[in-house]
Structures are given as C-alpha cells and as structure tokens.
C-alpha cells in the first residue's frame, strides 16, 4: 500500500516536499516512481528511482528543479521540489513498478501498485 502526504499550496518559486510510505512493500524488487496528472491531461511519469542499482530519472520539464530520495529505513521515498512553476500543478501520485519487467522509465501501465494522488498546486 502507497500512502502519500505532503503537498498542498505552494507559491512560484516556492518548495513543497512530497512523502510516500510504501507499506510492505520491498522496495529492493520495484521501481519507485511519482507520476502527475493536470486536469485534461493524461498521466505522465515525473521522476523514478530504483534503488537496487542507483538508478534516478527525471523528465526534462522538472530536472534540476525536483530531487527524488529514498529512505530505506523509514521505507518512503521523497519528492523534493523546488522552483515551483505554476505549471507544476497536478494531482501526483506515487507508484511502484515490479523492476524485472517495467520499461525505464516506467510507463503508468506498468505499475503494479498506486498511492491515493495528493494535490500540489502552485499559485501566488
């Protein structure tokens, strides 16, 4: 099970974190991934990690701006964003795709488990 949390109302520029606790699940076999979805838009992969192999991914539209971390631990993965865009503004989930047969970057096919979407929106 994917529970999100974090989010909520940032503002241009601005930083917001989101959490992701992947209860049960051994992240060591899957692909952690957060995808977003704007309204009218389809879902679409933002950044992923495999840990197992130190393998990070981000789409152009949010390199250099967002950072995604693992704390194996606390088994949660992370999406730091920074430089908020009011284009940023989506719904996100977290996901998890089985590592030995998802594409890389995971396609939303491909994921075997979602979290519930939390609200990020970017906003002065």
């Known amino acids: 099970q994917l529970v999100e949390s974090g989010g909520g109302l940032g503002k241009p520029g601005g930083s917001l974190r989101l959490s992701c606790l992947a209860a049960g699940l051994r992240m060591d076999y899957f692909v952690m991934a957060w995808f977003r979805q704007a309204p009218g838009n389809s879902r679409e992969v933002v950044s992923c990690?495999?840990?197992?192999?130190?393998?990070?991914y981000y789409r152009d539209f949010v390199e250099g701006r967002f950072t995604i971390s693992i704390d194996n631990a606390r088994n949660t993965i992370y999406l730091q964003m920074d430089s908020l865009k009011p284009e940023d503004t989506a719904l996100y989930y977290c996901a998890a795709a089985e590592a030995y047969t998802t594409d890389w970057p995971p396609y939303h096919t491909d994921v075997k488990y979602w979290g519930q979407g939390i609200q990020v929106t970017v906003s002065s």
């Open positions: 990690i495999y840990n197992s192999e130190d393998k990070v």
